[in-house]
């Protein structure tokens, strides 16, 4: 695995380093130790699929309260998507800075998200599905979000948002 460091402390995108012959390839994912060896979080105790039926489906910006705060490792498995953190960490030299990634099955691009971020993606292709290995379970009570489109982020997303739930469309500015 390749780890490249994002401008937003923690924030690391994972390139898998390919092992390949005439049969296709071999590339590892997920490997504790090499983690560990980068600074990551590898207490990650929750596996999830999530999947998306439309192009410009815009699921985020989601985050939890400690204790319930999440490390999450992020992974396509079909199609595409513009994959956003936002550092919500006061006192953080990036604090309300965010990074942007184009994760596909394609390029095989995986991005690890530290507790105190904000997480949320723009599916770039219909049928697109992603796995996420995340450190805490849900906790309603602790759940919480920022507007994607909130002027205090100045996200710029690749594309229109077509599709996204009520909830995520009615949280209020950050404050």
């Not at 690391?12 to 980068?38: K, S, Y």
């Not at 960490?89 to 971020?117: M, V």
Request: charged share 25%; proline share 5%; aromatic share 12%.
């Amino acid at each position: 695995m390749k780890f490249t460091p994002t401008k937003i402390a923690g924030v690391q995108v994972i390139d898998l380093v390919q092992h390949g012959d005439d049969r296709g390839f071999f590339a590892r994912c997920w490997d504790r130790e090499t983690l560990l060896e980068n600074g990551l979080d590898t207490d990650l105790s929750i596996s999830a699929i999530t999947f998306n039926e439309h192009a410009g489906t815009l699921r985020g910006m989601h985050f939890q309260l400690p204790p319930f705060a999440e490390t999450k490792f992020v992974r396509v498995t079909r199609g595409a998507i513009f994959d956003v953190a936002v550092d919500l960490r006061k006192g953080s030299p990036t604090y309300l800075q965010w990074h942007g990634e184009i994760l596909s099955a394609d390029n095989r691009r995986q991005l690890y998200i530290p507790k105190g971020c904000a997480h949320g993606y723009l599916t770039l292709e219909p049928k697109t599905e992603l796995t996420y290995f995340l450190s805490a379970a849900y906790s309603p009570e602790h759940a919480r979000g920022v507007r994607y489109n909130d002027a205090a982020f100045g996200i710029k997303w690749p594309g229109e948002v077509k599709v996204i739930a009520p909830r995520d469309a009615q949280y209020a500015e950050y404050e």
